[in-house]
């Protein structure tokens, strides 16, 4: 289930799959897409099933989000003093059957579940190289959602 509420900044931009019987082809970013801000670094992380991962916010990062395998949850929330959208919530699954790529502007709250029993997997297109000083964290219970809906 996709709570589509607008937050400012945030794009979900559709991606192909190409099938191929040698292997499937799946699209992730080109440097003239929306939320393309530059390239600083690209990995992976695995979330484990019915866990959840704290929120964080990055003061600086833009991340485009990308799910290839399994299917995680991701629930934002814009608490920007200016921002027209600020208090709304945006959760959203992405997955091989939702494929497409959410860009995640600096200054909004973020906390991903894996909601797949198997390998639930997330690549980050990100404009800069991680520092871990630029980045600011809460516990799940900081920030009041219910991630039982």
Do not use: C
């Amino acid at each position: 289930m996709d709570k589509l509420k607008k937050i400012d900044g945030v794009f979900l931009t559709p991606l192909r799959i190409i099938n191929h019987p040698l292997g499937d082809v799946y699209h992730g970013m080109k440097k003239t897409d929306i939320g393309f801000k530059g390239f600083g670094e690209a990995y992976f992380s695995t979330i484990k099933y019915n866990t959840i991962k704290q929120w964080k916010k990055h003061i600086k990062m833009t991340l485009n989000l990308i799910v290839p395998k399994g299917e995680v949850r991701f629930v934002l929330y814009d608490d920007r003093k200016d921002s027209p959208t600020k208090g709304n919530y945006m959760d959203i699954h992405l997955s091989k059957k939702n494929y497409k790529r959410l860009t995640v502007p600096p200054g909004i709250w973020l906390a991903f579940k894996g909601i797949s029993s198997g390998t639930n997997l997330l690549l980050n297109i990100a404009n800069m190289a991680h520092d871990p000083a630029e980045v600011v964290r809460k516990e799940l219970k900081d920030i009041a959602y219910n991630w039982e809906e």
